[in-house]
């Protein structure tokens, strides 16, 4: 391919040789940074016990981008886990790719991701637009790729460095060991905050524990060691409290707390850790919180090479990220692209025009995809309102059918509940009367007579576009009140079934399809195949397709309905 370019706007970072790490525990860290300044507070890591394989500065990407060194990386045999201080992505079918053979070679990728803004989002014109701004796709993106996304220099070096020294598949049973009730407090505090399973310990191991430590400390889970113990007790009785601990069967990682430098307290504590640490048959982490390291047991803590942290928000916040990344491992795998074709008359529709679709191509281009919609007639006299509306069957909803009036229950373009014909020729001259009167001039198509779905949970389905990763399918907790919410899920194509599931089952709402408060259970299964169907649409439409809209999707006890939609096409 001929000759390949290297930044430009970079430096030689990238061929300097990295510090090798005297008894290094676990593996190493291969870092990208897209600013070379910002790579070496990481690097400096080094300097607590934490090796890295090569340090590559990107620069501005003229050719070799971020994701092509992500790849390199994903198979470098000296490489453990990857990490990155990212500003943008210029390709995301080489990201993508570069992710799924990190996934493929079970390498953890940690990543700063700045810009989580985007100004164009406040641009768009549907709800999916305001609720998906580029950050959102990226997330989603991770999300498929268990990228662990970090806000911070301090949490991307720490989080690197748990998941390269931290032995994969470690179980989730915490025993939390400190100095002070006060600090075991906190700790446990912290932990639970994350998310985090502290198991008690059996009270074999409790009572074994007191004959070492005073009876009025508590040792079920925080263990509280009293302090004065580290300075009265011999070396032997203070490690066995260790090994006492790291017996119990419910527990799978020790994280011990040392919350300030005390002299000879802390030096004995991080002594015994020292000694320990190769021998534990169970995995140990420890936070060192005071600023004061001119102490003989926090370089102590350094020399055993165990994950060390300088907070516990930090601490337990990577071990969160290192259980749910062990738990998406399982399901790791390429998603096909998605197929399919919606005939000869849509694909004449999406290169006929752009803008906001009318109700009759909006109506089109979902019976095509294959989204199940309600029955809708769309008329244009009060008296074919009344037949239409007759020939659905009442109660009735109708609705103005205008691109001018994209959210029209925010317009007051909407009636529910027409119960008989004379109420239906009513409400046509009503909403056409309303909507002539706030946009004298715009195009009305008519009025959609529409089949009033009982009611289900409402959700919003949407599709948007990145510029970078492509279409991107939204799913979220919908109606009048879905931008208010806030609540969606967004993944980029491909997708699949799975990656649909999981994105409902993550949204806030989902107990509302769960059955909550005794309400029977919504058909979650239907809710997947409107996404599923979506997605394929958006996939067929590519980025002709630049935002739709269902909104709201009436999700029942059997089956699920799209009764509004807003299609926006690319110019």
Same mark, same amino acid.
């Given at each position: 391919?001929?000759?390949?370019?290297?930044?430009?706007?970079?430096?030689?970072?990238?061929?300097?040789?990295?510090?090798?790490?005297?008894?290094?525990?676990?593996?190493?860290?291969?870092?990208?940074?897209?600013? @070379?300044?910002?790579?070496?507070?990481?690097?400096?890591?080094?300097?607590?016990?934490?090796?890295?394989?090569?340090? &590559?500065?990107?620069?501005?990407?003229?050719?070799?981008?971020?994701?092509?060194?992500?790849?390199?990386?994903?198979?470098?045999?000296?490489?453990?886990?990857?990490?990155?201080?990212?500003?943008?992505?210029?390709?995301? =079918?080489?990201? !993508? *790719?570069?992710?799924?053979?990190?996934?493929?070679?079970?390498?953890?990728?940690?990543?700063?991701?700045?810009?989580?803004?985007?100004?164009?989002?406040?641009?768009?014109?549907?709800?999916?637009? %305001? #609720? $998906?701004?580029?950050?959102?796709?990226?997330? =989603?993106?991770?999300?498929?790729?268990?990228?662990?996304?970090?806000? +911070?220099?301090?949490?991307?070096?720490?989080?690197?460095?748990?998941?390269?020294?931290?032995?994969?598949?470690?179980?989730?049973?915490?025993?939390?060991?400190?100095?002070?009730?006060?600090?075991?407090?906190?700790? /446990?505090?912290?932990?639970?905050? %994350? =998310?985090? $399973?502290?198991?008690? #310990?059996?009270?074999?191991?409790?009572?074994?524990? %007191?004959?070492?430590?005073?009876?009025?400390?508590?040792?079920?889970?925080?263990?509280?060691?009293? =302090?004065?113990?580290?300075?009265?007790?011999?070396?032997?009785?203070? &490690? *066995?409290?260790?090994?006492?601990?790291?017996?119990?069967?419910?527990?799978?990682?020790?994280?011990?707390?040392?919350?300030?430098?005390?002299?000879?307290?802390?030096?004995?504590?991080?002594?015994?850790?020292?000694?320990?640490?190769?021998?534990?048959?169970?995995?140990?982490?420890?936070?060192?919180?005071?600023?004061?390291? +001119?102490?003989?047991?926090?370089?102590?803590?350094?020399?055993?090479?165990?994950?060390?942290?300088?907070?516990?928000?930090?601490?337990?916040?990577?071990?969160?990220?290192?259980?749910?990344?062990?738990?998406?491992?399982?399901?790791? !795998?390429?998603?096909?692209?998605?197929?399919?074709?919606?005939?000869?008359? &849509? +694909?004449?529709?999406?290169?006929?025009?752009?803008?906001?679709?009318?109700?009759?191509? /909006?109506?089109?281009?979902?019976?095509?995809?294959?989204?199940?919609?309600?029955?809708?007639?769309?008329?244009?006299?009060?008296? /074919?309102?009344?037949?239409?509306?007759?020939?659905?069957?009442?109660?009735?909803?109708?609705?103005?059918?205008?691109?001018?009036?994209?959210?029209?229950?925010?317009? @007051?373009?909407? *009636?529910?509940?027409?119960?008989?014909?004379?109420?239906? *020729?009513?409400?046509?001259?009503?909403?056409?009367?309303?909507?002539?009167? /706030?946009?004298?001039?715009?195009?009305?198509?008519?009025?959609?007579?529409?089949?009033?779905?009982?009611?289900?949970?409402?959700?919003?389905?949407?599709?948007?576009?990145?510029?970078?990763?492509?279409?991107?399918?939204?799913?979220?907790?919908?109606?009048?009140?879905?931008?208010?919410?806030?609540?969606?899920?967004?993944?980029?194509?491909? &997708?699949?079934?799975?990656?649909?599931?999981?994105?409902?089952?993550?949204?806030?709402?989902?107990?509302?399809?769960?059955?909550?408060?005794?309400?029977?259970?919504?058909?979650?299964?239907?809710?997947?195949?409107?996404?599923?169907?979506?997605?394929?649409?958006?996939?067929?439409?590519?980025?002709?397709?630049?935002?739709?809209?269902?909104?709201?999707?009436?999700?029942?006890?059997?089956?699920?309905?799209?009764?509004?939609?807003?299609?926006?096409?690319?110019?």
């Amino acid at each position: 391919r001929g000759i390949r370019i290297f930044g430009p706007n970079t430096n030689t970072n990238a061929f300097e040789r990295m510090p090798e790490i005297p008894n290094l525990r676990g593996g190493k860290i291969g870092l990208l940074t897209q600013s @070379g300044h910002q790579g070496r507070p990481i690097v400096q890591g080094s300097l607590f016990g934490i090796g890295f394989s090569r340090w &590559v500065p990107t620069g501005n990407e003229v050719d070799l981008e971020m994701a092509d060194f992500l790849e390199y990386f994903a198979y470098d045999d000296e490489t453990a886990v990857i990490a990155a201080y990212v500003e943008g992505f210029r390709d995301g =079918g080489k990201l !993508r *790719r570069a992710l799924q053979a990190a996934n493929d070679q079970r390498k953890p990728v940690v990543m700063v991701k700045v810009g989580s803004t985007s100004a164009g989002s406040r641009m768009a014109q549907s709800h999916t637009g %305001h #609720l $998906t701004g580029s950050d959102a796709v990226v997330q =989603g993106l991770f999300a498929q790729h268990g990228v662990v996304r970090v806000r +911070d220099l301090d949490e991307l070096l720490e989080t690197a460095a748990l998941f390269a020294k931290l032995p994969a598949r470690t179980g989730d049973g915490l025993c939390l060991y400190s100095i002070s009730g006060g600090s075991g407090t906190l700790m /446990a505090e912290v932990a639970e905050q %994350h =998310g985090l $399973t502290l198991p008690a #310990l059996s009270e074999e191991t409790q009572r074994r524990l %007191h004959e070492l430590l005073p009876d009025y400390l508590t040792v079920a889970n925080p263990v509280d060691n009293g =302090g004065q113990f580290l300075t009265a007790a011999p070396a032997d009785r203070r &490690v *066995r409290v260790l090994e006492l601990i790291a017996d119990d069967p419910a527990v799978d990682l020790i994280v011990i707390g040392i919350t300030g430098a005390l002299g000879e307290m802390t030096d004995n504590f991080c002594a015994d850790i020292r000694q320990f640490a190769d021998r534990s048959p169970k995995p140990l982490v420890a936070t060192w919180n005071s600023f004061k390291v +001119d102490e003989r047991g926090f370089q102590d803590l350094i020399d055993t090479g165990i994950p060390l942290f300088r907070s516990f928000r930090n601490c337990f916040a990577a071990l969160r990220d290192f259980y749910a990344y062990e738990r998406a491992a399982g399901g790791f !795998r390429a998603r096909p692209p998605l197929a399919g074709r919606l005939g000869e008359d &849509v +694909d004449a529709l999406l290169h006929s025009r752009g803008g906001v679709l009318g109700a009759r191509d /909006a109506k089109a281009l979902l019976d095509a995809s294959g989204v199940s919609s309600a029955d809708e007639v769309l008329v244009t006299s009060a008296g /074919a309102a009344a037949e239409a509306a007759a020939s659905l069957g009442f109660p009735v909803a109708m609705k103005i059918a205008s691109p001018g009036f994209p959210h029209k229950s925010e317009a @007051g373009l909407v *009636r529910l509940g027409i119960g008989s014909a004379t109420a239906a *020729r009513a409400a046509y001259r009503d909403l056409v009367g309303l909507a002539r009167a /706030a946009k004298p001039l715009g195009p009305i198509e008519g009025v959609v007579v529409q089949e009033q779905v009982p009611d289900g949970v409402e959700m919003i389905v949407g599709v948007t576009h990145d510029a970078t990763l492509g279409p991107a399918v939204m799913v979220g907790t919908g109606g009048i009140f879905a931008e208010v919410l806030a609540d969606v899920a967004v993944r980029p194509l491909p &997708v699949d079934a799975r990656d649909a599931e999981d994105m409902i089952r993550s949204l806030r709402g989902f107990p509302l399809l769960d059955g909550a408060r005794g309400r029977p259970p919504a058909d979650v299964n239907a809710l997947v195949d409107v996404v599923m169907a979506v997605a394929r649409l958006a996939a067929a439409c590519g980025p002709k397709l630049r935002e739709l809209d269902l909104n709201p999707v009436l999700v029942r006890e059997k089956g699920a309905v799209a009764v509004d939609s807003l299609v926006i096409l690319a110019d």
